[in-house]
């Protein structure tokens, strides 16, 4: 046995840190010092520099110097799948004379990774609080989640990672540790929802760790662990020490950050991210399953922030996270809302607005006509190397019967929808009020008109920006209004109408579409606590 693999006295550890970063503030000036439970970390210039604490927990081991250096390369590895540039390497740290350094000669003691510092209240918590954290952030956030979890490592089939199993003992055994410190008749309606969502959703899980949706992913996306730097947000401080925890279904994972955005009380931003999510990485599949893990995500979080003691200003509480998980189990009946109008009146403008609001999930013709073709939403489909006609009688058709399948399935899985599409004949908006109606949920058309001279000022625009799904130009447009067919009286029953050229009143929409003519009480977003 090596020096390096016997346990290290937490005391000697903790001096040894005190020292280097005496011999850091002497060449830097002052050295801040981050401390949590399982690690320091000193802010020296422009680095920081982690050492982990010398412990062994009941779901890590750093007790050794060999187990910490495993670590620490564990920890640059997967942090720079998703943070290359603040991830620089893992540094040793030698005992010299003069005690120990980064950069002396002496036999090495610890090590440590060595990061690029970031700016101030550069934090997505710290954003939020400081009212600096926006939706298109969040959607670009997104949308760089998606491609990390599109490359990363699949777990093996038969895997216990991802399994119904492992899936349903973590959720348990959460809401057992929580109610072990809050006591049991505070968690046990939780308990009997997660136990027997649990078994309703096995097949489900089993489903998705065939269909390599278990994936090596983050792990602990909550703010705190998403930072902005120059290129935008990004994740960092994955989970190195317990492989379980990291590899999850990707909706787990993208689960996490929104379910701490609803616990902050700005779902708003939450379904901006999710939303980005999806239109980039298109796994609308795993969404039957997403609210089982906002509800497990919230009591993990309720049990952190309980152990920890009293929460940061402005962050949750322990009985915020636990209310939260309450609310999720009991959503509002799913309601579908789909679009009408021709090219640049103003749809996905509308509808973005609309689910962040309304907590709702979007589909949008555009983008999902490109994904059945294999293509990303900014592709363009007449370049010559692409050579396709996506807008044909059959591709129209194809696609619209694919938005349906996956409407039926999400209203399903208890979410509301919108369907961003043309919609301009009747045929394809009868379909979706039948789909409605017997799935027995409420449904709308929201009817969007614009001017001529808008929607093709707005085309113009839009085709010079290069910046939207959407290939219409002033033919399409042309042609499409000679051939859209106007809503019938009975359809207009149940229109919401709107002239994008003015002022859209979002929460007359949304009213309107939650609450049928003739209802009473206050209209409650099916998605959004409240």
Same mark, same amino acid.
């Given at each position: ?12 550890? /903790? ?37 982990? $604490? ?47 350094? @980064? ?179 298109? +796994?609308?599949?795993? @969404? ?58 103003? $749809? ?31 592709? +363009? ?30 209203? !399903? !899985? ?5 369907? +961003?599409? !043309? ?31 808008? @929607? ?26 000679? $051939? ?8 207009? !029953? ?6 994008? +050229? ?24 099916? /998605?959004?606590?409240?």
């Amino acid at each position: 046995m090596t020096p390096s693999d016997h346990p290290t006295d937490p005391a000697a550890a /903790a001096a040894r840190m005190a020292a280097l970063r005496r011999r850091l503030q002497a060449r830097h000036g002052e050295v801040p010092l981050i401390e949590t439970h399982i690690s320091w970390v000193l802010l020296a210039g422009d680095h920081a520099y982690k050492l982990k $604490k010398p412990v062994r927990l009941p779901f890590l081991d750093f007790s050794t110097l060999a187990q910490r250096r495993r670590c620490c390369a564990e920890e640059l590895r997967l942090n720079r799948r998703l943070a290359p540039g603040l991830y620089l390497g893992v540094v040793p740290v030698h005992e010299g004379v003069r005690g120990p350094s @980064l950069h002396g000669r002496g036999p090495v003691v610890e090590v440590a990774v060595k990061m690029r510092r970031f700016a101030p209240r550069a934090l997505a918590s710290e954003r939020l609080a400081d009212g600096r954290l926006g939706a298109a952030e969040l959607v670009h956030f997104g949308r760089r989640l998606a491609g990390f979890h599109a490359q990363a490592a699949v777990a093996p089939a038969g895997s216990a990672w991802g399994s119904p199993g492992r899936i349903s003992d973590d959720a348990l055994q959460a809401v057992d540790r929580l109610a072990a410190h809050i006591g049991p008749a505070a968690c046990a309606p939780l308990r009997a929802w997660l136990q027997a969502q649990a078994a309703a959703l096995a097949p489900r899980w089993q489903a998705r760790q065939a269909a390599g949706r278990v994936r090596e992913g983050h792990g602990d996306l909550h703010l705190d662990n998403v930072v902005m730097l120059a290129d935008g947000l990004t994740a960092f401080d994955g989970l190195e020490f317990d492989p379980e925890l990291r590899w999850i279904d990707v909706v787990n994972d993208a689960g996490f950050l929104l379910m701490d955005l609803l616990a902050h009380g700005r779902g708003d931003l939450g379904f901006a991210f999710l939303d980005g999510w999806l239109e980039a990485g298109g +796994d609308h599949d795993g @969404l039957d399953l997403l609210r089982f893990y906002l509800v497990y995500r919230a009591v993990v979080r309720a049990l952190v922030t309980a152990l920890r003691g009293r929460p940061a200003a402005g962050a949750p509480t322990a009985d915020a996270y636990l209310a939260l998980a309450r609310c999720l189990t009991e959503p509002p009946a799913p309601s579908l809302l789909i679009t009408h109008g021709l090219p640049a009146s103003g $749809k996905s403008a509308l509808t973005q607005a609309l689910l962040q609001q309304a907590g709702a999930i979007r589909l949008r013709s555009d983008v999902e006509r490109k994904r059945l073709a294999g293509l990303t939403a900014l592709a +363009d489909s007449r370049a010559a190397a692409v050579g396709r006609d996506l807008y044909t009688a059959a591709s129209t058709e194809a696609t619209y019967a694919h938005l349906a399948a996956r409407t039926q399935a999400l209203l !399903a !899985a208890g979410w509301p929808v919108i369907v +961003d599409a !043309a919609f301009l004949r009747r045929s394809q908006r009868e379909a979706f009020r039948t789909l409605a109606a017997e799935a027995g949920v409420r449904f709308a058309i929201l009817d969007c008109q614009a001017p001529m001279a808008v @929607l093709q000022q707005r085309i113009a625009e839009r085709r010079a920006r290069g910046n939207d799904a959407s290939e219409a130009d002033q033919s399409v447009l042309a042609l499409l209004a000679a $051939k859209q067919e106007p809503l019938t009286d009975h359809e207009r !029953a149940h229109a919401i109408g709107l002239r994008t +050229d003015q002022t859209v009143d979002l929460a007359g929409v949304i009213s309107r579409w939650w609450r049928p003519a003739g209802g009473d009480g206050a209209a409650r977003s099916p /998605a959004l606590p409240g």
